[in-house]
């Protein structure tokens, strides 16, 4: 199994979440998290002193998936969550050594 | 009571009302003007206190969440703290046998020999209502102060230099003016106290936030502004529209009298003027903030309203209102500019409190020379009480820091006054706080 | 002043007013009610001022956090900008020299020939008393506006579409109850302006709602609604107690008068069914959602109580307090179902407005035929000032829409107003936030 | 209205009013007394009104996120439930033909025989005036209730408590004192009800908690406990301040007149003790918890403030300011004691009301003997009220436990009553609400 | 050393904390996420409009252990996250290559 | 490739993010986490009763580096994240076996 983790544009998130689901994905977690790369923020002025942010609002979400999905999954987030501007973000795949579903003690691909 | 003020400012409502007691057919008997003189201050009053929830939020709305316990805790300890001390040495201070620079050391007690068992002799206004009355401005200046040295100041030391501010400081320069002394003397007008009390705060802030210095970040070596946007805006603007709204009473209960038909309707140009002072402030500052960075800064506008109701407060009634209009303008526009100013020369005014109650309420002192005011007196005024309010704060301030210290030590600022002090978040649940999960 | 009104639907209190003066052994003298009316006035405007702050609080509470800082913004601009084109144009456009249709172009000034050096002589109040009590009714009709459209219009074309509705819409149909023109002579009864405030408010808003159109999202295209929450329940809760608490001098001061035990009597009246239809509103609301959706909407609650004071509002004094609880609770129940409704046709109120001001506000001004007003004359008035107000600011959104352009491009949609047009966030530290670590 | 009590603890302002209608030259003519004594009910009338807001807020600031949008409605809901019970039993239960012990069953009703078609020939004040002002004080009673039973107590069962505490138990007790019945007789004096409004909140919360039970996993079984910190301190804060600005309106209308310059003194004395007592209470709160816990904790100051107010509400009048200062003071240290102290009791007050509303106005109540009060009639009136308020508040309680539950279940608890009950998140864009991303 | 991933319900966590430290478990690191899965959210109403909100929130616990203690971790976490109902949550095991503590810039398990 | 993740104190964010930016990586990804670990938080008094705060506030930072980046990238967060004092947090590195740029679809290296 692997872990698929990708960082997207949180307006994207209902359409990544769209194309996994239709691909069989029954299940994902998603977290708020601020992102920081070559999309620069916008200078903003507070009381005449101007300022930048660094980190812009970006949304992680977290996908477990069987080894034959991943190809799938990687690039329907990728698809999904392309808006082609800077910033859109990056997918990260890591091995998963097991799942467990906490509710019946199921490990392996059933966890998922 | 401010008699001399009265007199010198209020001339023709003030000649109006001897004038109006004559004619009987028509005229309101004098218990009648005793209520509705009383009636004024009370009224008026209590818009005024209200001034003290609007300080309370427009300044926990423009600190950071991490303070923001601490900056309730000091509004509502330094308004207990302004009642207090004004009934223990103020109010006499001020007001009562004042020489000409100093009235006297005494706790003050309600004194209304007009009122018997029999019923109604004389006077002119319940001294009970009186006293509150100006008790409630002396909390005001108190409360500028606090928004200036916010997210640093410790609150014991805080709360010993409004001590001094509302029991010493505020009271000898009132007397002064409002307490009959050499500057009323001298024809120095000021209605409701665009000095007395709006620069007065101006100038003890400005020398807190000399000697406390800025916050740790403000200013970085290389000469930039790190800014540090205030958490709650809803909250800043609420407690903008209550100081607007206190501020009828604070102008409108500056008539000092409400018993004639002249004096309620100087009471209704008064509140027009107030308005469309504060009016004017908001749209100037609007105006000119999306002209400067093109967009508008919501706590410009803020600040601006409450330069425009700082700068009519000096003279409400005279000007027309399209006068007024302008004045309010001019000093949204004086905000504006001034906020950054400060900013340049490194004085941390967490709120603008430096640039809405100094810088306006020196512009408005000025302004009232656009109604006949001498401007010799005016600049005299403004030179006196700047000068007199600014090195005695800065004594008091600097005794502290010495004595006690001022200043929270690094590590508190930076986790924040509220859990430093309080031991308590202002929005545990909210951000970053440790009840969230 | 609003002299006809008073006669249409003041009646019993007007008579007694005339009659009072007679008695002259325990009568109020002339200057002693003078002084009375303009402190109701005043006091009773300083309420309705407060309705301003009631406003910003609620729109800013119903909107999410990305609008919230221009919401707070629009409501302090709207408030100062209805006040200044009520004094450069609107006052005598709607009181001075009504024809019968119009009233006159002029700046307002004030106008107290009573009140001269020698003392009072004649006059009913001050001038300028009367005029705050108008301007500050003139800003309400703008801030319903204001939230109808929110989290999507621009905010100068907003500012705009305020100018003309608080300087010519407003003024110009008043002039036709309110200014004694061609309504009040008909027999039109609105008391304290269920019709002329309220229901203008929600006709300009509607207007408004069809031009923009619905924000991004709201309504999909396979008929769904995507309902978006309000940010700040507790916010619009103190927006909804603040407009309850002001809605006293709305209807209270629209007495027109305290200088008779008659009069007061009657403000003390019109307080208690203001307060009484409220009630009645929320409880009905309350009662609806429950049996509706098995839960209770606060906001259909607070809205409620909306619904319920604007019912009670063109008629306050006359009613039983039952029967203005029955008022109210009708008023809730309607707008219980006016916001769904309004979704179904996909006319998207951010913040229930046309709900509460418009549909409560026909249904206010038809309840006053409980209490024997004509009904052709008050359909004629819903209609007339209906027309007139949706025709003219659909004419003037228009035009600012083909000029200008009255909506945000959709990427300032999607990031917010705040940052888009205010480059300030409302609640850095909160949520999303940009200031949070 | 309440007479009694006026002849009782308000003797000298009343001895005056009598006496000062006699000197002909200077004294307010009947008419002008009747207007005045009207305004006084219905300005100060709207003062407490506003407190209702302030309820809110306190309350909406120390629930949790969870259970906030729940207080906003049961709050609204109160209030209106209040205000129309009030009017169908309430208010004649009260105060028409009480026999010693009641007052008689009917729909109250405007009775101004005075004002004839003919002007106004006699009367003290308008019957609607007072009965504005009363309505207000039984809403503040059911206000203390709810911020006690926070965070369990199920919407429906808890309205219905209210009605019966508003239309029933308050009438019934508020007869014997103000409304003329035998405490009054005894002598028992509570000038604006430290007992008679504050102390029956108190009790009638106290039966709820201990009915209704602790919050889940407040107090854990080795006697540990559990804080669960309120959610939002500046709404906590901005709360403590309405209600200090609506106090005013509770002590300085309960006065009862203002129609003479005596009764308008007395007023102006009662705002300043209201208002020193209340700065008293935060003071003795900030040090004590300075010394105690070595930080300073901001609830308990806004609990001081309020502590200090129901301390001098049984007589705010005749003490000196220094005394009141003292009272308040007393108030604001017994309140930082019994909070803790009903925590170890196991008695769940989720706001401190019954430490501030019970402790403190039985404090009031008993201080009123430091200005001639007799102790016994005040042990009485205390012991009966308390007994009576509890008693009765308590069989409610019961009854509605067993026949429709007042306790949400355990998982409505955990979810929280805004989703449970309300379907409706306070701050849905904040925390862990649902509209974050 | 492995890195054990958690997903529970949020009032589970002091449980799942608990039962950790009685395995002798220093240190774990918790963020809140909203999960999306079997378990559907409850159906609101706001002011007449239905909708459902289909992500609910979690509580992720990120816990490096040694290779020992894995298999008792993920079990510790399994019971003490167990109420049997639906959503109860997922455990996923990483591998861990390298560890260190910033403080004394020890790296392996003393790391832990 | 690999992940490295550190859970770091939150006033050190800056530093950290100019040490690794000085390193020459791009971008990184943040999230805001709760610690428990032998940091114990601050006793606070409400109202008169005490409690302890388990879980103090940090922030966890992810960054995906190149395989020879590793080593100076967890030696700068290590140096950059270092109080000296208890709670300075950890830093993990897992292997990660692919990662893709959504923007433009890139993988490998190129897409860091
Ligand atoms: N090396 C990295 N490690 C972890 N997260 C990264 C890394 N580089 C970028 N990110 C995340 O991806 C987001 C987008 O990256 P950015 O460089 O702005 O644009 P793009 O993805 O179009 O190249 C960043 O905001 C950040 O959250
Ligand atoms: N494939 C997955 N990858 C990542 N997280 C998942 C996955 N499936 C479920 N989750 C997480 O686990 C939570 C519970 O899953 P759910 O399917 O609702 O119930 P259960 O765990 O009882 O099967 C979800 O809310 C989500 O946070
Ligand atoms: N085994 C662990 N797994 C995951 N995170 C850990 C672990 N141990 C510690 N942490 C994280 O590191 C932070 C610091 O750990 P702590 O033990 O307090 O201090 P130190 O890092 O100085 O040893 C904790 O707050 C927690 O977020």
Not at chain 1, 76 to 101: C, S
Not at chain 2, 168 to 194: C, H, K, V
Not at chain 2, 384 to 411: H, N, P, Q
Request: aromatic content about 10%; some cysteine; charged content about 15%.
């Amino acid at each position: 199994m692997k872990l698929v983790m990708a960082v997207i544009k949180p307006f994207k998130l209902d359409e990544v979440r769209e194309s996994l689901t239709g691909l069989g994905v029954q299940g994902l977690t998603i977290s708020e998290v601020k992102g920081f790369g070559r999309q620069k923020g916008q200078t903003e002025i507070y009381r005449g002193a101007e300022y930048s942010v660094n980190f812009l609002p970006k949304v992680k979400v977290e996908v477990a998936v069987s080894d034959e999905q991943v190809d799938a999954v990687v690039e329907a987030v990728q698809k999904a969550g392309n808006t082609g501007r800077i910033g859109d973000g990056k997918i990260f795949v890591m091995d998963l050594e097991k799942a467990v579903r906490i509710r019946t003690g199921e490990s392996g691909e059933e966890a998922l | 009571m401010r008699s001399s003020t009265k007199f010198t400012t209020g001339a023709v409502a003030g000649l109006g009302m001897i004038g109006l007691t004559s004619p009987a057919l028509a005229a309101t008997d004098a218990e009648t003007a005793f209520i509705f003189n009383s009636l004024s201050f009370l009224m008026h009053g209590f818009l005024v206190m209200w001034m003290a929830a609007g300080f309370a939020m427009l300044e926990a709305g423009l600190v950071r969440t991490k303070n923001t316990t601490m900056q309730c805790l000091k509004n509502i300890a330094l308004y207990s703290t302004a009642g207090i001390l004004f009934y223990l040495v103020g109010y006499n201070l001020m007001y009562m046998d004042v020489s000409g620079f100093i009235g006297s050391f005494a706790i003050w007690g309600a004194d209304d020999p007009g009122i018997t068992d029999a019923g109604f002799t004389e006077g002119d206004y319940a001294s009970g209502s009186d006293w509150f009355f100006q008790m409630v401005f002396v909390a005001a200046t108190a409360s500028i102060v606090s928004g200036t040295v916010a997210e640093r100041v410790k609150l014991w030391p805080f709360l010993i230099f409004c001590v001094f501010l509302t029991g010493i400081i505020y009271p000898i320069q009132g007397s002064w003016s409002w307490g009959g002394g050499w500057l009323s003397e001298m024809g120095f007008s000021d209605f409701a106290g665009s000095s007395i009390v709006h620069s007065v705060g101006g100038w003890a802030a400005l020398a807190g936030a000399i000697v406390i210095g800025a916050r740790k970040g403000k200013y970085t070596d290389d000469g930039k502004i790190n800014p540090m946007p205030g958490a709650n805006m809803p909250l800043a603007t609420l407690g903008t529209f209550i100081l607007w709204m206190g501020w009828f009473g604070f102008n409108g209960g500056s008539q000092l009298a409400m018993g004639t038909a002249a004096d309620v309707a100087a009471i209704a140009s008064i509140y027009i003027n107030t308005n469309l002072a504060a009016a004017g402030g908001v749209i100037a500052a609007m105006i000119l903030t999306q002209v400067l960075y093109k967009k508008v800064d919501l706590t410009m506008a803020l600040n601006g309203a409450l330069g425009g109701l700082v700068s009519i407060t000096a003279e409400p009634l005279a000007p027309a209102p399209g006068l007024a209009i302008i004045i309010g303008a001019i000093g949204g526009v004086l905000v504006v500019f001034a906020v950054p100013l400060l900013d340049k020369l490194k004085i941390d005014d967490v709120v603008g409190a430096i640039s809405v109650h100094l810088v306006a309420g020196v512009w408005g002192t000025l302004a009232v020379v656009l109604s006949g005011a001498d401007i010799v007196a005016q600049v005299t005024g403004i030179v006196a009480i700047g000068a007199f309010t600014f090195i005695a704060s800065l004594i008091v301030w600097l005794v502290l820091k010495m004595v006690i210290g001022v200043r929270i030590d690094e590590e508190g600022e930076e986790m924040g006054l509220d859990r430093a002090e309080c031991g308590m978040e202002a929005y545990p649940e909210f951000g970053t706080g440790s009840q969230r999960m």
